[in-house]
């Protein structure tokens, strides 16, 4: 019974920061990736960033490398994603993400199997 809790989105202008928070429950995520997604209108979800849990691997799209961090709390399962520099493209519901690690899956695959509720991130000029 994994649960999985967006918080820190927000309105922000451009140029700006926030920290999205993902506190994950009901599970052992060892052997999980977590990652995150966002959806802006009119638009697929896309992939945003990821991590493997027990190995600490992160991922990033090219649209936000340099730009978005995505780390862990162990001991508070939680999952962060500070992003920075932010641009109005960056608009969107922000998901939470968990799947089993899967061989042959990349962690930019949408199949995942858990899933927040989604937290809006919009960006103002």
Same mark, same amino acid.
């Given at each position: 019974?994994?649960?999985?809790?967006?918080?820190?989105? #927000?309105?922000?202008?451009?140029? #700006?920061?926030?920290?999205?928070?993902?506190?994950?429950?009901?599970?052992? &995520?060892?052997?999980? *990736?977590?990652?995150?997604?966002?959806?802006?209108?009119?638009?697929?979800?896309?992939?945003?960033?990821?991590?493997?849990?027990?190995? #600490?691997? /992160? @991922?990033?799209?090219?649209?936000?490398? #340099?730009? &978005? /961090?995505?780390?862990?709390?162990?001991?508070?399962?939680?999952?962060?994603?500070?992003?920075?520099?932010?641009?109005?493209?960056? /608009?969107?519901?922000? @998901?939470?993400?968990?799947? @089993?690690?899967?061989?042959?899956?990349?962690?930019? *695959?949408?199949?995942?199997? &858990?899933?927040?509720?989604?937290?809006?991130?919009?960006?103002?000029?």
């Amino acid at each position: 019974q994994v649960q999985l809790v967006e918080s820190g989105g #927000g309105l922000v202008q451009a140029g #700006g920061s926030l920290r999205l928070t993902c506190a994950a429950s009901g599970g052992s &995520f060892s052997s999980y *990736d977590m990652g995150w997604f966002r959806q802006a209108p009119g638009k697929e979800r896309e992939f945003v960033a990821a991590l493997n849990w027990s190995g #600490g691997r /992160t @991922y990033y799209a090219d649209s936000v490398k #340099g730009r &978005f /961090t995505i780390s862990r709390d162990n001991a508070k399962n939680t999952v962060y994603l500070q992003m920075n520099s932010l641009k109005l493209e960056d /608009t969107a519901v922000y @998901y939470c993400a968990t799947k @089993y690690v899967r061989t042959g899956r990349a962690v930019t *695959d949408l199949r995942y199997d &858990f899933w927040g509720q989604g937290t809006q991130v919009t960006v103002s000029s």
